[in-house]
């Protein structure tokens, strides 16, 4: 700088910590230091991709505004000699930055609702059915058992041997298989559609598995059916993301992802209502 | 419209309490509504503290903390149950009591009628009540933390039955209740406050000055109003309702439930309604705290590039849009939660349309400073970093908006991120930029400018090193309002060292508050003499006296001849020309619209 202009500490300064903070945002994001958790189910690389794609928009747009926005304050900082210009509309450059951030917008609104109906359209015929239970806080199962019905519910049955109140005179009711809140593990077959049914007992609890993308409320007095498909074997993880209480941050749940035929063997050996409901 | 008032003003000689307490003018209301809501901001900043100790260290004992909250922290170790009434307080308080009182009760009532040429709001008495009804919200509020089971906890959402049962959690006892009574107290505050704002905005602007000419900030703070106005009593209702919920029986959000070992709730009530209602408030809200934030950067900006603003009329437009389509978003923090999926889509749809009318605000606000010759005060410093922050929280919405990208981060730490960026820290900027530009108005003395460009560095960059690493946690899947992450195996083991970074910085950028503190008591006594406009602004607040007297005017009201940023004209010869120098030429408040 040859003159001195007031200020100049605060306009360098500025654009200093400016490009710093866009080249760690960038160094970071880009390295992929922290990441989307591995992938294990099929809607998944969908969501995953659209996020990817956002990223990139939303990313290029930080830059340039905040290089930009840097790049004026420096450039137009104090100057005693100087007077700032005067004008105060331009038409044509006001009319491309509504239309250009709206075309943007409109892609996004389009390809985010097309996603959106893909996932929530009615699963398969026939699909794997399991229920899955919220309650401070632990989770609670339930499979149809042979008949792929389930029985009725009524939260005035709930008792020591009948946590989830099942209407035991309900015919569907007599082969399903209940795990209480915190005993058993949720079994799902791999490479299969599977219909989650989510309900609770007390509070609103959310249905999270980091590595299927799906992320579902539980609320009480409703049923609310959410479906996937997992691609992966193996055991992940079940979170609550919905505030349920003081152990909210402990209601962990264990899912295995294995072959159908797996699920099925593990399934007939396991107690029904019959069994376990005098 | 314009009335015409010559009369003079107050003659009746006024006592300490019915100047300084009952005050019935709108300078010393709006400085009591600064003044209690940056009390409350205070206690906000501290139950962060107290959040952050437990995120960073969570386990480790911390004795001096069991001495400070024997109810809450055992051994030296936060109690979940106390961790959550501080995430509860904390969101509750900054957001309403501190952001919103701050920036619509404290610049609300000093800016408009100063900016419109009025001599006090058109309904003062009813101003006075919304005052002394926002202070018994707060007193109301703050008892709550020393009631048994603790203060409220079950999210500033409230979301039943959590909040609706008291065996669900121990805040939703007494604690909860006194929540909602305060809350119910505060929307009747602000609605006291709304129907004023609105009505001389409408009624009292002085000869010359049409909509047309209106200083952003007025823009900003009248539409508020409205959206305050039409969004706040949904709450109110909702409110109310839940409280019957809890002590009278009804079900309107409880189904039959069965909490802690016994039956519990009613018949019929559905827990899904309350987020309607209280989004139907909570969304607007984000933009009750962000459009006078908004107002008061491209003031600022105008100001201290000594450049009109650019765009005025796009500036008016993306505020009105930005409003209208507030009240039709409020689905997009409910996509996860059970609605149908149908109006999932619907909700995207106006939720992402809300990008183009703010990209607009961004490049305008751009567009001024280019060209202009910035005069780095304390204030530009805040507007510029509102720009700043604003865009980078704004961005991370196009993420949240769109439902299938929204099911991964929904209720994520990167959620935590975006709302801090875009209407948290946001809008702080947006009260600092506010209490540094007009601080000689309000007191008639200067703050100590070096000492407040220090507090806008360690702000500034320190919000950026507490909320940017947040996106990662979120990325990566860590939830919000998790009292420990210890246990899940899908939280990278870096994610511990993430958060002692984040916690560190938190408590020196805390500290660092106490900058500003320190000003601003200090200048109340001790700062030079402000003249009249010490930053040569144009706006109509400068031609009065500062602090301007009772009544803001002298015998005459002023007259305005031209819109609100003359700055740089080239045919001047000084770089501003305020509202009130006439057009050549051009008879009284006719012309000079033509800018």
Redesign the interface.
Known sequence: MVKKQ??SI??G??LL??IL?VL??VV??AGR?????PLASEHGA??DR??VV??L??GI??VL??I??AY??FR????PE?????????KP??IT??LV??VI?TL??VS??R???R??QSPPEGAYEVEVWG??FKWALRYPGKDGQFGRTD??L?NDTNPL?IDTKDPASKDDIFFPAGEGELHLPVGEPVVVR?RS????H?F?V??F?????A????V?KTWFVPTKEGE??L????????????M?GIVIVEPMEKVQEWLSQQQTVMDVIP | MVRETTTEVHHHKETFLTRYIFSMDHKVIAIQYLITALAMGFIGLFLSWLMRIQLGWSGRQFPFLSRLFPGGVEEGIIK??FY?AMVTMHGTIMIFFFITAALVGGFGNFLIPLQIGARDMAFPFLNMLSYWVFLASCIVLVVSFFVTGGPAA??WTA?P??SG?AE???GSGLGQTLWLLSLALFIASSLFGSLNYITTTLNLRTKGLSMGRLPLTVWALFITAILGLLSFPVLLAAAIMLLFDRHLGTSFFL??????GH???GE?????LWQHLFWFLGHPEVYIAILPAMGITSEVLATC??????????MVLSLLAIAFLSFIVWGHHMF???MN?LL??AF??TT??I??PS??K???W??T????????TAAA?FA?GF??VF??GG??G??LG????D??L???YFVVAHFHFVMGTAAVFGIFAGIYHWFPKMFGRMMNEPLA?AHF?LT??GV?LIF?PMH??G???V?R?????A????I?P?VSG?NIFISIAALIVGAAQILFLVNFVWSLWKGPKAEKNPWKATTLEWQAESPPPHGNWGPQLPTVYRWA?D????DATE?FVPQTVPVVGAPAGTDGGK?
Not at chain 1, 33 to 37: C, E, G, I, K
Not at chain 1, 219 to 222: F, I, N, S, T
Not at chain 2, 268 to 272: R, S
Not at chain 2, 481 to 485: A, E, I, L, T, V
Request: hydrophobic share 45%.
């Open positions: 007031k200020g605060h306009a300064l500025f910590v400016t903070i760690a945002a970071i994001t230091f922290w990441w989307l958790p969908w969501t659209l996020f956002t990223l928009i939303t747009v930080f505004v905040q930009a926005l004026f304050v137009h900082r104090d100057d100087r007077r700032a210009a005067y004008f105060h509309d331009n450059l006001e930055w509504t951030p709206a917008m996004l609104i985010g609702g996603l959106w109906s996932i929530h309650e401070q939260i005035r709930i109140g989510l007992k007390d509070v609103l959310s999270y980091p590595a993308r799906v992320k579902q409320d609320v009480p007095g409703m609310i992940f993880e979170v609550c993301a919905e505030l349920c209480g003081l152990g909210h941050y402990q962990r | 979940p149950e959550l079950a999210g979301y039955p959590l049962v669900a959690i121990p189904p039959r439930l069965f909490i802690a039956q519990a709730g019929g009530g559905n827990p899904i590039c000594r450049k009109p603003i650019f765009g005025y009329k796009a996860v939660s059970g999926p999932g889509t995207m749809t992402l349309l990008a183009v990209a607009v961004t490049f305008n751009l567009a400073i280019w060209g202009g010759n910035i005069k780095f410093l510029i720009v700043s865009t980078t961005l991370t196009i993420f769109n439902p299938p990208v099911i991964q929904h209720d994520t460009k560095w500034f960059i950026y940017f990662y946690l990325i990566s899947g939830p309002r998790f009292y420990d992450f246990n899940y195996d899908f990278p870096s993430v940023y700055y740089s004209r080239p770089d800018h």
